[in-house]
């Protein structure tokens, strides 16, 4: 068996909409065992795709049960691979997995250990941060993650920058929603974002309008913290002041595109 790697992917429903983000991991097995595949979601949706994937399932011999007792690190860049590689070596007995995030090399790599395990063991000379540091590197870089972010039955897959984040293939063959999909390549976009102050918490109604100087409608806000977050705009806007509306004020922002895009992107 190949080394553990990871996929990025989407479920999408009927209509091609997402329903969950995902990364998948595939095990260190002998060629007399099952495949096993470790499936990453939202903490919020398990049992929501649980129920989604057994009704898939159809009569195929396939266990799928939560692994409540492992644990999953961000590690975000700042360390060379050849180390977080080297720290893996010293230390198996700790990690079940660790590989680069298949995503963007930007988001560095995704580490899951049993529960308990200290990731300071596991990569000497890491620094400890909480969920908001790892939300708050994610807007600044623009990638989207969770429900919150993509909410269900609403993002689409290209919007997404799924392209981008190697999460879709265009040679795989047909796939849900393929039309509606591809006429959304030219639309929006979610893309990083920074505003002129910290934003107030729990005061921004979702999907809350942002706006051109003159009022016209840019895009929508999507998620945030801090003075950072992360939007779908319009390409056509991005350059020009915009203001998120929120209660009658407005709060000023900009956009970039991501430096990790590639380099034909938002053009």
């Given at each position: 068996?190949?080394?553990?790697?990871?996929?990025?992917?989407?479920?999408?429903?009927?209509?091609?909409?997402?329903?969950?983000?995902?990364?998948?991991?595939?095990?260190?097995?002998?060629?007399?065992?099952?495949?096993?595949?470790?499936?990453?979601?939202?903490s919020?949706?398990?049992?929501?795709?649980?129920?989604?994937?057994?009704?898939?399932?159809?009569?195929?011999?396939?266990?799928?049960?939560?692994?409540?007792?492992?644990?999953?690190?961000?590690?975000?860049?700042?360390?060379?691979?050849?180390?977080?590689?080297?720290?893996?070596?010293?230390?198996?007995?700790?990690?079940l997995?660790?590989?680069?995030?298949?995503r963007?090399?930007?988001?560095?790599?995704?580490?899951?250990t049993?529960?308990?395990?200290?990731?300071?063991?596991?990569?000497?000379?890491?620094?400890?941060?909480?969920?908001?540091?790892?939300?708050?590197?994610?807007?600044?870089?623009?990638?989207?993650?969770?429900?919150?972010?993509?909410?269900?039955?609403?993002?689409?897959p290209?919007?997404?920058?799924?392209?981008?984040m190697?999460?879709?293939?265009?040679?795989?063959?047909c796939?849900?929603?393929?039309?509606?999909?591809?006429?959304?390549?030219?639309?929006?976009?979610?893309?990083?974002?920074?505003f002129?102050?910290?934003?107030?918490?729990?005061?921004?109604?979702?999907?809350?309008?942002?706006?051109?100087?003159s009022?016209?409608?840019?895009?929508?806000?999507?998620?945030?913290?801090?003075?950072?977050?992360?939007?779908?705009?319009?390409?056509?806007?991005?350059?020009?002041?915009?203001?998120?509306?929120?209660?009658?004020?407005?709060?000023?922002?900009?956009?970039?595109?991501?430096?990790?895009?590639?380099?034909?992107?938002?053009?």
């Amino acid at each position: 068996a190949g080394p553990p790697r990871a996929l990025y992917a989407h479920a999408l429903n009927a209509q091609g909409r997402c329903l969950y983000d995902l990364i998948l991991y595939r095990l260190h097995e002998s060629p007399e065992e099952e495949p096993h595949i470790l499936v990453e979601c939202d903490s919020g949706v398990l049992e929501a795709l649980q129920k989604h994937l057994k009704l898939y399932k159809i009569r195929r011999k396939v266990n799928i049960a939560p692994c409540l007792d492992l644990s999953l690190w961000a590690v975000v860049p700042g360390e060379r691979a050849g180390d977080v590689a080297g720290s893996l070596a010293k230390s198996a007995n700790q990690a079940l997995i660790l590989t680069p995030d298949p995503r963007t090399e930007v988001m560095g790599w995704r580490l899951i250990t049993k529960k308990g395990a200290n990731p300071s063991e596991v990569i000497p000379g890491c620094q400890i941060g909480n969920i908001q540091d790892y939300c708050q590197h994610r807007y600044q870089q623009g990638i989207p993650e969770g429900v919150k972010d993509l909410p269900p039955g609403v993002a689409l897959p290209l919007e997404s920058n799924l392209a981008y984040m190697n999460g879709i293939s265009f040679t795989k063959g047909c796939y849900i929603g393929q039309e509606l999909t591809a006429r959304t390549h030219h639309m929006g976009r979610l893309l990083p974002v920074r505003f002129s102050a910290p934003l107030p918490k729990d005061s921004i109604p979702e999907g809350a309008e942002i706006v051109t100087e003159s009022g016209k409608s840019a895009g929508k806000f999507r998620a945030g913290g801090g003075d950072s977050g992360i939007a779908l705009l319009r390409l056509a806007n991005i350059n020009e002041p915009l203001y998120l509306n929120m209660a009658g004020d407005k709060l000023k922002l900009t956009a970039r595109t991501p430096e990790w895009w590639p380099k034909t992107a938002g053009k």
